[in-house]
Nanobody, 125 residues
């Protein structure tokens, strides 16, 4: 599976952005798809993931502000980010897991084997 993330940019505190992840490959629709983010010198942080059956999980820092959805017919996953804060500034990656259904390990980046190139989100204070 090849992934292309887009939609990043510069936004003020409290603003919104919508990230998209476009995938090629038939396996996309049957796998868990996740978003992670990373800042310089830090480990990747789990943001959100959606399983093939629509089960969704969010990282604690984004609950209530971010929303993930998927369109398997179009091979896309979208991350709607609202009420953005400066601490949301990071490089955001979409990734496809080798697993089909949600499990506790799906918040770890080691559970994902296909990664996009990342899209930069910058939130100004």
């Amino acid at each position: 599976v090849q992934l292309q993330a887009s939609g990043g940019g510069l936004v003020q505190t409290g603003g919104s952005l919508r990230l998209s992840c476009a995938a090629s490959g038939r396996a996309f629709g049957s796998r868990v798809v996740g978003w992670f983010r990373q800042t310089l010198g830090q480990v990747r942080e789990f943001v959100a993931a959606i399983a093939r059956n629509g089960i969704i999980n969010y990282g604690d820092s984004v609950k209530g502000r971010f929303s993930i959805s998927r369109d398997n017919a179009k091979n896309t996953v979208t991350l709607q980010m609202n009420s953005l804060k400066p601490e949301d500034t990071a490089l955001y990656y979409c990734a496809v897991s080798q697993y089909r259904d949600w499990g506790p390990g799906l918040s770890r980046d080691s559970s994902y084997d296909s990664w996009g190139q990342g899209t930069l989100v910058t939130v100004s204070s």
